[in-house]
């Protein structure tokens, strides 16, 4: 089975920094697509940032230039450094992983709060 168990959320003021992690089992990570949704109450569930296996990420335009999406493959993690946060960040974030050998699995969610 694949699991995946994300980390690093909590409150931060505007203006802050906070990474997630999302720490995978499995022997196929290295050749998954990973990424990050976001999801508030009462808003429609965002695609916040890819990585496919070869490196190649993509961005909501809501977060280009503050938010970057990494992989380890050697610890089986994918990482979303986020800068400049802003209010409108607040979400569950939850980290996927995509493979043609698996369904599409979860992480728990992680709660971020950007506020003062």
């Known amino acids: 089975q694949v699991q995946l168990v994300e980390s690093g959320g909590g409150l931060v003021q505007p203006g802050g920094s906070l990474r997630l992690s999302c720490a995978a089992s499995?022997?196929?990570?290295?050749?998954?697509?990973m990424g990050w949704y976001r999801q508030t109450p009462g808003k429609q569930r965002e695609l916040v940032a890819v990585?496919?296996?070869?490196?190649?990420?993509n961005y909501a335009d809501s977060v280009k230039g503050r938010f970057t999406i990494s992989r380890d493959n050697a610890k089986n993690t994918v990482y979303l450094q986020m800068n400049s946060l802003k209010p409108e960040d607040t979400a569950v974030y939850y980290c996927?992983?995509?493979?043609?050998?698996?369904?599409?699995?979860w992480g728990q969610g992680t709660q971020v709060t950007v506020s003062s």
């Open positions: 990585i496919i296996s070869g490196g190649v990420t």
């Open positions: 499995g022997t196929i990570f290295s050749i998954a697509t």
């Open positions: 996927y992983l995509d493979s043609l050998l698996v369904a599409r699995k």
